[in-house]
């Protein structure tokens, strides 16, 4: 049983952003001060990838560690409706492991940064493969 009423529920699932968060920001922030000029959410390829370096032929996934089911500290599920959360995070991994596939088939490199990595910042660590 959920704490809070349908409304407010609905209310407060509604202000989850799918573009533009935090971590993203400081992914295209970080990019941008180093000198990479990027696009963002490009529609031609699967899984519209955050940010797509077309110079580098490289898309950067920058993924929610609880919407992505990570497995880090940030990734639990909710104690309410176990088992709808189990099935959607299921799914969602299931979605990006084939999108992921199917980038790296257009001949893309991919960096998939999580957002665990963003609070401790490592992300930086991961970006080398652009030289």
């Known amino acids: 049983m ?31 001060k180093k000198g990479y000029r990027y696009k963002l959410h490009d529609k ?8 797509i370096l077309k110079k580098y032929k490289t898309a950067i996934q920058v993924r929610g560690c609880f919407w992505h089911g990570h497995g880090c500290r ?12 189990k099935n959607k ?7 990006d492991r084939k999108n992921d596939r199917l980038v790296k088939k257009m001949g893309y490199k991919l960096i998939v ?11 930086k660590l991961c970006l080398p493969m652009l030289n």
Do not use: A, H
């Not at 995070?89 to 979605?95: F, Q, Y």
């Open 44 to 51: 031609k390829l699967p899984g519209k990838p955050d940010i």
């Open 89 to 95: 995070i299921l799914n969602n991994r299931k979605r």
């Open 113 to 123: 940064i999580n957002e665990c990595k963003l609070k401790n910042k490592k992300f």
């Open 2 to 32: 959920d704490t809070v009423s349908k409304k407010k529920r609905s209310e407060i699932m509604s202000k989850i952003r799918s573009k533009d968060t935090k971590p993203e920001l400081l992914v295209r922030k970080y990019l941008f």
């Open 74 to 85: 940030l990734s639990s599920y909710p104690k309410t409706n176990r088992k709808y959360w």
